[in-house]
């Protein structure tokens, strides 16, 4: 589960570093605002497919998301 938060951690991090709502961020990403939120949270394992669309909505490498 540490891993998941940290994950969280960094997503949230970067989201607000680019000024957008979790509601901005997953619109972005095309995931639902839920799967964002949990997943910031660290109650959700996202899929590589989805940490792939929420970097690219961040425009980071998905790399530096998990790092």
Not at 28 to 40: G, H, M, N
């Amino acid at each position: 589960m540490a891993t998941y938060k940290k994950l969280g951690d960094k997503i949230r991090r970067t989201r607000k570093e680019r000024n957008l709502t979790q509601e901005q961020l997953a619109e972005l990403a095309k995931v639902d605002p839920k799967s964002i939120i949990d997943i910031e949270a660290g109650k959700r394992n996202p899929t590589l497919k989805t940490i792939h669309k929420i970097a690219r909505a961040l425009k980071v490498k998905p790399v530096d998301l998990i790092n």
